[in-house]
């Protein structure tokens, strides 16, 4: 398995932008789909942002399309989550999530290795 942490999470106003960081550590970085999940208090856990092992192709919710991006940089074991005009909604903690030659679903079930999660706020 890979170990993640990630960083970048805080408290925004509505409109605002952040940016979530994920470090992972290893050298096989390349081989793991990455993902970004989100969970809000109450709520389940849900996918927010994915980029496969095997392609560049982005993956969104729908919710977040047009507002967040993700990238990853298979040099520096980085995958990023920039968001922007930010809503009351998007407030939860964030996992960043990787699974190993993953190809299937965005389902957390799918999923191998899991950071500890990053607090974002969207105040109103």
């Known amino acids: 398995q890979v170990q993640l942490v990630e960083s970048g999470g805080g408290l925004v106003q509505a409109g605002g932008s952040l940016r979530l960081s994920c470090t992972a550590s290893g050298r096989t970085f390349s081989s793991y789909t990455m993902g970004w999940f989100r969970q809000a208090p109450g709520k389940e856990r849900e996918f927010v942002a994915g980029?496969?092992?095997?392609?560049?192709?982005?993956y969104y919710t729908d919710s977040v399309k047009g507002r967040f991006t993700i990238s990853r940089d298979n040099a520096k074991n980085t995958v990023s989550l920039q968001m922007n005009s930010l809503k009351p909604e998007d407030t939860a903690v964030y996992y960043c999530?990787?699974?190993?030659?993953?190809?299937?679903?965005?389902?957390?079930?799918?999923?191998?290795?899991w950071g500890k999660g990053t607090l974002v706020t969207v105040s109103s």
């Open positions: 980029v496969r092992w095997s392609g560049s192709t982005p």
């Open positions: 999530a990787a699974s190993y030659l993953g190809g299937g679903t965005w389902y957390p079930t799918s999923m191998d290795s």
